[in-house]
């Protein structure tokens, strides 16, 4: 979700805004992210630092790659810390904050994953007159409902998609459109299915080494998985079906010709199912974006209004919700949301005389509105905390699910979705979620999002499943000790997570990005 292989002279303004293409947002980094990276995690940088501690320690050859190594495996946030040249934090760009939207919403996946194997998470609070703990609630819930965070990156997918072709449209710069949009068509593939084809030959490469099977009889054990039982990879006889089964998954992974659900999921990690789903959707996107470009502004969102129509009555609900992200996009464009408004470029006038009453202030204006649009965003976050299970029994809920369609199949992604809508929407118009998006905490995690998603099955499976036989063994596996024993697993287990993820971020992650825009670069007609 990261590194580009551009120079930072080279960028023009909208390509500065964070989020403005096929690299960002639900699958990749924003660009102030990216410059940030290539500052930090510098070949030279790197190779500078290790060779000044390995002279200053007369090391030899293999030492010094040992500590270069090492160096490496640290987390970014210590690297930052330990490295004598202090990289400044560029500026954060104006869609900055759906970056940490993205983090926390890819964390909040990996919460779910986790949790689910051990309790049963997707019913609501009080469900059939039980199940009263707190951690049910809405609101609370949506720190592991995995369906409603989906629902966020699909929105904010379309988002990024299509705000730097759309400013270009509305500039009527076509030129520049389609420059944009050939390239977005062709790194889209790339950008979203390389990181995966690596990540799960990385799985591959596990099971032939054995790791896998050391957890595959806990991964089945129902004294320990106390609800989901997640597919645990196959291990085929030899290494040549062993490669062959792997390349037909990959096959059947890029899933570009059907829309059903699930439709293209791996056996090497069941969690990537919204990767072809991504690619699908952004494909189409391009396709709406083309067909209506040279429309205006009123007949475009006719336009797009009766197509969002038409797949959700078709019941695909993703689609939905990347044609809301470009409509989302178009609206702040249209109200100048990434722009210096222009209070913050002239001052205010002064009054003609001393008694006369000066007009309310700006910061104020801004005060009110902020509050507003945080409070509406409350409804937003209710809704997405639909329960997983359903409406059917859950206090709240009931009245609500009589009014879902009889035609959406997926009934309790009706209000998740809705939800992250306008959660989205809010969001956009509220400084103060902004700011908490724009904290350099949730920033962290919206840099290593994608890697998050591809790492913590992996992770969870292997040495994850290790730590949680290793604590429930310690606990029990019986009452409250089974709870003492995930609680302690998981103080372990999701640390490991995030450290795999940071390093993933920076060994594969960027680097396919860099090699992306560098084969695009090669095989493309100068000018």
Not at 223 to 248: K, S
Not at 275 to 287: D, Q, T
Not at 453 to 458: A, I, N
Request: charged fraction near 20%.
């Amino acid at each position: 979700m990261n590194g580009y292989a551009v120079s930072r002279a080279s960028l023009s303004h909208e390509e500065k805004l964070s989020l403005i293409d096929d690299r960002s947002l639900s699958d990749v980094e924003s660009e102030s992210a990216r410059i940030e990276l290539e500052g930090r995690f510098s070949t030279i940088q790197w190779a500078a630092t290790a060779k000044s501690y390995c002279n200053s320690l007369r090391l030899s050859s293999w030492s010094s790659m040992i500590l270069k190594t090492g160096i490496f495996l640290l987390p970014s946030f210590i690297q930052q810390r330990c490295t004598r040249e202090r990289f400044r934090t560029e500026k954060l760009h104006p869609t900055a904050y759906l970056d940490g939207m993205r983090g926390l919403a890819a964390l909040f996946v990996f919460f779910c994953h986790y949790f689910y194997t051990a309790f049963k998470i997707a019913e609501g609070w009080g469900h059939d007159g039980v199940n009263h703990e707190i951690w049910r609630l809405p609101f609370v819930r949506l720190l592991y409902s995995g369906p409603s965070m989906v629902c966020i990156f699909f929105v904010i997918s379309g988002y990024a998609l299509s705000l730097k072709p759309l400013k270009q449209t509305r500039s009527r710069s076509f030129d520049g459109f389609s420059k944009t949009m050939t390239s977005f068509v062709f790194r889209r593939f790339f950008r979203l299915y390389l990181p995966p084809l690596i990540s799960t030959f990385g799985v591959l490469i596990l099971l032939r080494l054995g790791v896998y099977e050391m957890t595959r009889d806990f991964a089945s054990d129902r004294d320990y998985m106390h609800n989901v039982i997640e597919h645990h990879p196959v291990l085929e006889e030899t290494l040549r079906e062993q490669l062959r089964h792997w390349m037909g998954e990959m096959y059947n992974f890029v899933h570009i010709w059907g829309w059903e659900k699930f439709g293209g999921a791996t056996g090497y990690d069941v969690h990537l199912w919204t990767i072809p789903v991504e690619f699908r959707c952004s494909m189409m996107l391009f396709l709406v974006m083309f067909g209506t470009a040279r429309l205006r502004t009123g007949i475009r969102f006719l336009c797009v209004a009766v197509l969002m129509w038409f797949v959700l009555r078709s019941d695909k609900w993703e689609m939905f919700l990347f044609l809301w992200g470009m409509t989302l996009a178009e609206l702040d464009l249209i109200r100048d949301a990434h722009e210096p408004s222009a209070a913050q470029t002239t001052s205010a006038p002064k009054p003609l005389l001393p008694l006369e009453k000066a007009p309310a202030s700006a910061p104020e204006t801004r005060k009110s509105r902020d509050f507003i649009w945080t409070l509406v965003s409350i409804p937003a976050l209710y809704l997405m905390s639909e329960p997983d299970a359903g409406t059917d029994g859950n206090p709240g809920w009931v009245l609500l699910g009589t009014y879902i369609p009889e035609w959406f199949s997926d009934k309790y992604r009706y209000y998740q979705m809705i939800g992250s809508i306008m959660f989205v929407f809010c969001t956009a118009r509220s400084v103060s979620w902004q700011r908490f998006f724009n904290s350099g905490f949730v920033q962290y995690f919206g840099r290593i999002s994608y890697a998050i998603y591809l790492m913590h099955g992996p992770v969870t499976h292997t040495i994850g499943y290790l730590v949680e036989e290793w604590a429930y063994d310690l606990t029990g596996t019986e009452g409250s000790a089974y709870n003492y024993g995930a609680v302690l697993a998981s103080l372990i287990n999701i640390p490991l997570v995030i450290w795999a993820a940071d390093v993933f971020w920076r060994a594969v992650d960027a680097p396919t990005v860099r090699f992306t825009k560098w084969l695009e670069t090669k095989l493309s007609i100068e000018d």
